[in-house]
């Protein structure tokens, strides 16, 4: 079931939830929520775990809006917005057999509980650094550590000057992914904030060594 509150259909996911109620839906198997206020997500959350078939949910929240907390134990498949590493945190406690992960990551103020270490079922995990994210690599062992038996990882960075490491990746996949087969990424580098001597002659940028040596630590046979 898709329902979404983008600009051709604006309102009818309260107007589908005024006619009916989500606890109704005992054979569903998938939940694909678009755009949803958080006055709306709030009257459904909670009423999730009731579906005892749901594998399967994707919310995109209105406004970049903090996810509450979900709790469905038997959820397989999630992709989600803007979630910081506390509530990640919380969120896989609650989905045990959770495999398949798509998530906006940030940071926060909030400690990490170390009395609770989720070691996951996750398999595959897209994981999109936004602009306003403060993520940094000791954030991405934290996380991996969650995640032994990851094998896929597409990873996206908005400020992707932090990430073009490779010699700090390869240690992360040596020590925290073990089973990583396929790993995927795009960072995005604002050039323009780079000096250029006159372009009429043959100087190459002035911050093109340091480009070049960044990606030398990708050209290694790990």
């Known amino acids: 079931m898709i ?46 775990n009731l579906l005892s078939k749901l594998s399967s949910l994707s919310i995109k929240l209105k406004n970049d809006l903090k996810l509450p907390q979900i709790k469905v134990p038997l959820l397989k498949s999630l992709l989600i917005g803007i979630c910081s590493m506390s ?11 959770l495999t398949n992960l798509n998530v906006q990551l940030i940071s926060d103020t909030t400690p990490l509980d170390n009395t609770f270490f989720p070691t996951t079922e996750i398999r595959q995990l897209k994981m999109e650094l936004v602009q306003k994210s403060n993520i940094e690599y000791d954030h991405l062992k934290i996380l991996f550590e969650w995640m032994p038996k990851l094998n896929k990882l597409p990873f996206i960075a908005a400020k992707g000057t932090n990430f073009i490491g490779g010699d700090k990746w390869e240690y992360l996949i040596r020590n925290c992914l073990p089973q990583l087969k396929e790993f995927q990424f795009r960072i995005h580098l604002n050039l323009s904030t780079y000096s250029y001597i006159n372009y009429s002659c043959c100087e190459l940028p002035m911050a093109s060594s340091d480009i070049e040596r960044s990606l030398s630590t990708f050209r290694t046979p790990f």
């Open 3 to 48: 329902l979404s509150d983008i600009n051709d259909t604006c309102g009818q996911i309260d107007l589908f939830f005024r006619l009916f109620y989500i606890e109704q839906f005992v054979n569903l198997k998938s939940l694909i929520l678009i755009e949803i206020t958080e006055e709306d997500l709030n009257k459904i959350i909670t009423k999730l």
């Open 87 to 97: 509530q990640l945190q919380q969120l896989l406690l609650s989905t045990p057999i």
